[in-house]
């Protein structure tokens, strides 16, 4: 079955600095690539994906990039803040539908 | 819309008692997930269904039934509770394709 790893686990930044996790997967067949992000106490909510036709995408400060030859796309996030402040999931969807995500990084900007 | 929405938000269960958390989405999607969330081990799929009168494990599926009871219903049930199974529990929906899962508001559990 599908495994995807995160890292890192941890990050901390400074406020207006870049951010950037990494995800790789192991099914070639997963097509969709979906970023949720997790405040403290909150449901998972999207904050970008990406579709395996697609080698890049940007929204504002966040952007995706996904490499289908290495398996493994990144997140990144510019000028952060501290609302930018949560754990982020990388996620991947295989052709049967399922859904696998990473374990996680948590991620501290500090003011 | 509601989205989705998961019965109940806190549960605390004796090691043996058998529960159902419920789950209903009215997106009209054709994909749910069970997932459960344990600290520093991310969101493990329990079991999900790709479709209405489908089910299928996930990574972490001992101990635990599903039931997809209709298109916008899919139930989880706890048999016998362990304390192993303290746990948040997260139920979402997608519909088919390449598109988001939304998530409900999460079920705390704990076993004692």
């Known amino acids: 079955g599908e495994n995807v790893e995160q890292h890192p686990s941890t990050l901390s930044v400074q406020e207006g600095d870049s951010a950037v996790i990494k995800c790789t997967y192991s099914?070639?067949?997963?097509?969709?690539f979906p970023w949720y992000k997790q405040e403290l106490g909150k449901r998972p909510q999207l904050i970008i994906d990406i579709r395996s036709n697609v080698g890049e995408k940007k929204d504002q400060r966040i952007a995706v990039t996904l490499n289908k030859t290495a398996k493994h796309f990144s997140l990144h996030i510019t000028e952060t803040q501290p609302e930018d402040s949560a754990v982020y999931f990388c996620a991947a969807r295989g052709s049967n539908y399922k859904l696998t995500f990473g374990k996680g990084t948590l991620l501290t900007v500090n003011p | 819309n509601a989205g989705v929405t998961q019965t109940p938000k806190f549960q605390v269960l004796k090691t043996g008692q058998s529960m159902t958390l419920q789950c209903a989405q009215d997106?009209?999607?054709?994909?749910m997930y069970w997932y459960r969330q344990d600290p520093g081990m991310g969101l493990r799929l329990i079991y999900y269904?790709?479709?209405?009168?489908?089910?299928d494990k996930g990574e972490v599926p001992n101990g635990y039934n599903v039931s997809r009871l209709n298109k916008r219903e899919f139930s989880l049930r706890l048999e016998s509770a362990a304390p192993s199974q303290t746990s948040v529990y997260f139920c979402?929906?997608?519909?088919?394709?390449?598109?988001?899962?939304?998530f409900g508001q999460g079920t705390r559990l704990t076993v004692v």
């Open positions: 997106m009209n999607h054709n994909s």
């Open positions: 269904s790709a479709s209405e009168g489908t089910t």
């Open positions: 979402a929906s997608s519909d088919s394709g390449d598109t988001e899962a939304f």
């Open positions: 099914d070639s067949a997963s097509n969709y």
